[in-house]
């Protein structure tokens, strides 16, 4: 009997450590992706770091530019609510607001994101200091002739003035596309370039040119 039974023990030994090591190594494997876990996340981390921050300073520099830049067009498109007598006019300005401002929105979210400073509303947009290289930027002067202007005589200032406005933006957003490296900046600004070119033939037909 003993005979018999010490290969079934050995056998059944045999069986035990294989379990043993398959469970071990299980346990590993499972304990690694408990470790992958965190270890993932760990790697992850960075990764979602760099993807939240994949950004360079032509992103920060569109941002911070560009908001500004997209206030002082709120600006001039509430004018015209009182003062335009071209309902089409009108209807163009409501049409800057409602795509503008929920882009300011955006801009300024990436920028704290970032830890970088976020342009203040209500701060000097005339090209200025701060503001050197913000193409299409109205003046002090322009602003004030634009608020002193009524009936048709807004209607060309304003279309006027912002034709000029958006070829600015449009070119902000173009050095954007090509110099950028935050996705959703870089998308913003193909749509700024597409909105804002098709605004402004829509401008320019307004003025008759």
């Known amino acids: 009997m003993t005979i018999r039974t010490s290969p079934r023990r050995a056998a059944l030994a045999a069986v035990?450590?294989?379990?043993?090591?398959?469970?071990a190594a299980c346990g590993g494997n499972s304990d690694s992706g408990g470790h992958a876990g965190p270890g993932h996340d760990a790697s992850a981390t960075p990764g979602a770091s760099a993807g939240a921050g994949r950004h360079n300073a032509r992103d920060v520099a569109f941002a911070q530019s560009m908001i500004p830049h997209h206030q002082q067009a709120l600006e001039m498109a509430k004018l015209a609510a009182d003062r335009a007598s071209s309902d089409r006019v009108k209807d163009?300005?409501?049409?800057?607001?409602?795509?503008?401002d929920p882009e300011i929105r955006t801009m300024t979210g990436w920028l704290k994101g970032w830890g970088e400073q976020v342009p203040m509303a209500g701060m000097d947009h005339?090209?200025?200091?701060?503001?050197?290289?913000?193409?299409?930027?109205?003046?002090d002067d322009d602003m004030a002739a634009l608020r002193k202007a009524d009936g048709k005589d807004f209607d060309t200032k304003f279309l006027t003035m912002m034709v000029e406005h958006h070829q600015g933006a449009v070119d902000m957003a173009g050095a954007e596309r090509s110099e950028g490296a935050?996705?959703?900046?870089?998308?913003?600004?193909?749509?700024?370039?597409?909105?804002?070119?098709?605004?402004?033939?829509?401008?320019?037909e307004l003025l008759g040119s």
């Open 126 to 139: 005339s090209g200025g200091s701060g503001h050197a290289g913000m193409s299409g930027m109205m003046s």
């Open 92 to 100: 163009l300005a409501a049409r800057i607001e409602k795509a503008q």
């Open 182 to 204: 935050y996705g959703p900046a870089k998308a913003m600004a193909g749509d700024i370039v597409t909105g804002q070119t098709a605004e402004i033939k829509e401008m320019k």
């Open 16 to 23: 035990t450590v294989t379990a043993a090591v398959v469970l």
